[in-house]
């Protein structure tokens, strides 16, 4: 899942601190210490890195923490809140033209997944009841133009080509396009090369000057780490780019380039990528990255998804339920069944409160089978066992495993699994009110 080696480094690291109670100011330097190492291992850039301990150290080690009642949780909310700041604070939106049509350019290395988003920026477009062009400006590599026009076809927006001719006319011409058929937003696409040349640069600083593009938008391959970063750094210095569009998160285990591209280039992370499919495509938060990244679960995320593709009502529900602690077992059944239609059951799991934490959860996720037993194990349970798990006694747990066709072994590893992820919840919610309270969010 994504940022996982990070996550899990950063939650031991806190759950420790949060077992000692009392804090001094060298446990505070202990625990940044390895939150410092956590960060060079997941390949933050080293001078970010430096800033962000400074940062954090600052605030952390102060009379006012240390002596508060939750010194820790203290701790946790300022990393937090810098984790936060390092990614952009705020979502940053895209811009719209006063006067239509909205011309956004893309641009980015071969391979970033520039045409891949492209296609995707259309279909979220065109959900919020944008109507999008597409414009194919990349005509070096041959295969670019019929690859945006099977993407356009699926999605269900229009393409303009004019085969391999001069990409700057074929930009020119598109938005002309656009403005005569009244279409609001044009998103060009444009060639890549394996790296920055002065070519390519030439190139786009000319498309650049014949559209006045809104939004120039970088797409960059979160998985390529620092050279993400490096590349981004250089589009911006000799091109100019306006936001940045973040692929591959499914894949990044590190998340490196995530933490440190906004940091080191001052432009912003409009968009994740997470996926090869065309829906695959989220608006950047970064206080909801970090507190996926916390372990906090991303539960707006979550809701919005929900939303989109399942039963609204139920994710709504769902939340307000979190939110107040009244967790069952027939809960967790409920976000398995829609889990399993949302999406890659590890991308939604680490986005809920506690889930991704849990060492037996973790183990249990990747297991489509294991979660057909959990769903059999609950499924033969009364409804009074569901909601009151704590009846569930000896004779109980041998009915329910017969009934289930599991062993009582089973039930009580989900009945474990149960607790755990309900009392992790009760804190996470209440951290995370807490947070919210004071975050400002
Ligand atoms: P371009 O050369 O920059 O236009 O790159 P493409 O759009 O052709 O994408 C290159 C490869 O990356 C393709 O195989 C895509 O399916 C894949 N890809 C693009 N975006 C993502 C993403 O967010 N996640 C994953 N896992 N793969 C992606």
Do not use: C, W
Request: glycine content about 8%; cysteine-free.
């Amino acid at each position: 899942a994504v940022f996982e080696s990070l996550s899990g480094r950063l939650q031991e690291v806190f759950r420790r601190l949060r077992g000692k109670g009392k804090l001094t100011e060298a446990d505070v330097n202990d625990a940044l210490r390895e939150v410092r190492t956590a960060l060079l291992a997941a390949d933050v850039n080293f001078r970010v890195v430096k800033d962000f301990i400074a940062r954090v150290r600052e605030r952390a080690v102060g009379a006012e923490v240390l002596e508060s009642l939750t010194p820790a949780q203290q701790v946790i909310k300022i990393v937090y809140e810098e984790l936060t700041a390092l990614m952009g604070g705020e979502h940053a939106k895209l811009s719209v033209a006063p006067k239509p049509p909205t011309v956004i350019l893309l641009v980015g290395l071969q391979g970033s997944g520039k045409t891949t988003h492209a296609g995707k920026l259309a279909v979220h477009l065109r959900k919020q009841g944008r109507r999008p062009l597409l414009v194919a400006a990349d005509v070096y590599r041959p295969a670019a133009v019929r690859q945006l026009q099977v993407l356009g076809e699926k999605a269900g927006v229009p393409v303009f080509q004019m085969g391999q001719q001069d990409p700057v006319a074929i930009a020119r011409a598109g938005v002309e396009h656009a403005r005569s058929t009244g279409l609001d937003t044009v998103i060009v696409d444009t060639a890549g090369r394996l790296h920055v040349d002065d070519e390519l640069m030439g190139e786009l600083e000319r498309i650049k000057a014949a559209v006045s593009p809104h939004e120039v938008l970088l797409v960059v391959d979160a998985m390529a780490g620092q050279d993400a970063v490096n590349v981004a750094e250089e589009f911006h210095r000799r091109l100019g780019i306006d936001g940045i569009i973040l692929t591959k998160l499914d894949g990044d285990q590190r998340g490196g380039a995530a933490l440190s591209v906004r940091a080191v280039t001052g432009r912003p992370i409009k968009f994740a990528g997470t996926g090869e499919k065309l829906d695959a495509l989220e608006p950047f938060h970064p206080e909801r990255m970090a507190s996926r990244i916390l372990g906090m679960g991303d539960v707006l995320t979550l809701i919005e998804k929900a939303q989109e593709a399942v039963d609204a009502e139920k994710a709504m529900a769902l939340a307000k339920k979190l939110a107040k602690d009244q967790y069952t077992l027939e809960d967790f059944r409920d976000q398995l069944r829609q889990m399993r239609r949302l999406g890659p059951l590890e991308q939604i799991l680490s986005m809920i409160p506690g889930l991704g934490r849990l060492r037996e959860l973790q183990d249990l996720k990747v297991d489509e089978k294991e979660l057909a037993r959990v769903e059999a194990i609950i499924n033969s349970m009364t409804v009074q066992e569901r909601r009151h798990p704590e009846i569930i006694d000896g004779s109980r747990r041998r009915r329910i495993a017969a009934g289930s066709g599991t062993r009582v072994a089973d039930v009580n590893r989900l009945l474990r699994q149960f607790e755990d992820t309900r009392r992790l919840m009760k804190q996470m919610s209440s951290m995370e009110r807490t947070l919210a309270r004071r975050g400002g969010k």
